[in-house]
């Protein structure tokens, strides 16, 4: 810059030639050109330009420069000469000189208009007069800061959105102050308002007891010297103010300075409750299915064994048949198992597909109860409008009837009444089964058309897999319906489904 300055024709500018500038002006030039730090002077009345090899590159390329030298400010600025003029006539007019820290300056260069960032400084030059002749602008550009702080914010609010989205807790440790913080989702679960402290105390303490040796170890371990740092640990906490129990699986990760001294421990918490509500529900159904499995294999075999041994023992026929009709029954029983895993999986495949006819609810329930009313240890009593019809697929409306109606003789053993009412509701038909037996805990009911739930109460052993009510309430599901239940302890249970007439 300085020797485009000495060959630079000033003789068609305000200012003259070189020979004829002041002191004042050679002196600042002289600290301007030697400086590595940017710097940009307007000097006189029409504000002539100078500035040097560290403000050059703020110009960009196939911008301002060279032109900008020796131009006047406001035809070198004009599209931002509106922001920049003010404070240049300010600090003139002998006011004081200004800051301005990371300011949006849009400029032209790189043959388009920029969003640039600046901190930078305006102050008056005196000549030997003692007035202000010029304003010396020493600045840096901070467009890659501002940038970055930019993406970093941007990344921060990205990151907060995932861990909202993601129902996370978050937690943060000083492994020298100890001292702990953790997000609002954290502090909730452990029975704290966000304008609450959290401190490790209170986090540890909403540790259920048997885990906390646990958590403390995996702790301990992350942070110890020579960790990987890793922390990965499940566990169960407990609200102190709802008693509300929650799984929670921890991960984290340590960070250690040069020594192996740990300077930070950080990580997220997640719900797994429902997942380990599942899994278990999962272990539960296999040990569950193995039982009712081999019951009837056992009984159907030895049944089986019997007969093979009587017949050529020449016993008695009417051994026989009773072998027979034992062994009927525990295939029955088998056969239903396996049409109730074949329903699962054909829901789960979507292929529980609906074979719709024209047919009497009413007739369809005589007939699939008309075993238990032969067997005369039960009152059925079918009440309502037992002349609808309705437009549906018959055998699986059988299936959901027959699953509330053996229910209701399974879970009502004390009580020998069962109502069945069917009620016509606008463009609807609403089928209920109701037992006056021991009901259902309150507890349970959310639950009852949960896959694989089982309800045991009273001392009573529910057999089954746990798939009927699932597989009842897909069925009327895919009709467009819905099903419920209302029950109340001691006073009996009444299952309910609604579907459209067609």
Known sequence: MGMLIRSFDW?????????????????????????????????????????????????????????????????CWPEIWSVIK??????????????SEDQLIPIYRNNKLEDVYWTFGYSKVIDESGKPAGVLVICNETTEKVNSFSQVESAKNELAFIIEAAELGTWDLDPVTYKFVGNDRMKAWIGLSPDEDLDLEKALGAIKREDLHKVKDAIQGALSHGSDGNYDVVYSIINPLNKVERIVKAKGK?????????????????????????????????????????TP?????????????????????????????????????????????????????????????????????????????????????????????VFADSRQIEQVIANLVNNAVKYAPQS??????????????????????????????????????????????????????????EIISRHGGKMGVESELTKGSEFWFIIPIE
């Open 11 to 75: 003789s068609n500018t305000i200012i003259g030639t070189p020979d004829t500038w002041s002191q004042s002006l050679l002196t600042t030039l002289s600290i301007i050109l030697n400086s590595k730090f940017p710097m940009f002077l307007w000097w006189g009345p029409k504000l002539i330009q100078f500035y040097n090899d560290a403000y050059r590159p703020s110009l960009g390329e196939y911008g301002k420069h060279p032109e900008a030298l020796g131009q006047q400010g406001e035809q």
């Open 86 to 99: 003010p404070l240049i006539v300010q600090v003139l007019a002998g006011g004081e000189s200004t800051w």
């Open 254 to 294: 340590a960070i250690f300075d040069a020594e192996g001294n740990p300077k930070r421990f950080s990580g997220i918490l997640q719900d797994v409750t429902e997942e380990s509500q599942v899994q278990q529900r999962k272990d539960e159904f296999i040990s569950i299915a193995s039982h009712e499995l081999k």
């Open 297 to 389: 294999l056992t009984s159907l075999n030895a049944s089986l064994q019997l007969m093979e041994r009587f017949i050529n023992a020449g016993t008695n026929q009417n051994l026989l048949l009773t072998l027979a009709n034992k062994a009927t029954k525990s295939l029955n029983k088998l056969l239903h198992l396996m049409e109730d895993l074949m329903n699962v999986a054909k829901i789960q495949q979507g292929q529980l597909a609906l074979n719709k006819t024209w047919f009497n609810p009413a007739d369809l329930i005589n007939n699939c109860c008309e075993h238990i009313r032969l067997e005369g240890s039960y009152e059925l009593v079918l009440k309502g409008d037992q002349n609808l019809m």
């Open 416 to 473: 020998k009444r069962i109502e069945l009412n069917i009620e016509k509701l606008q463009n609807e038909i609403k089928i209920s089964v109701r037992d006056f037996g021991i009901g259902i805990d309150p507890e349970k009911i959310p639950h009852l058309f949960d896959r694989y739930y089982r309800v045991e109460s009273s001392g009573l052993q529910s057999s089954g897999l746990g798939l009927g009510l699932y597989i009842c309430s």
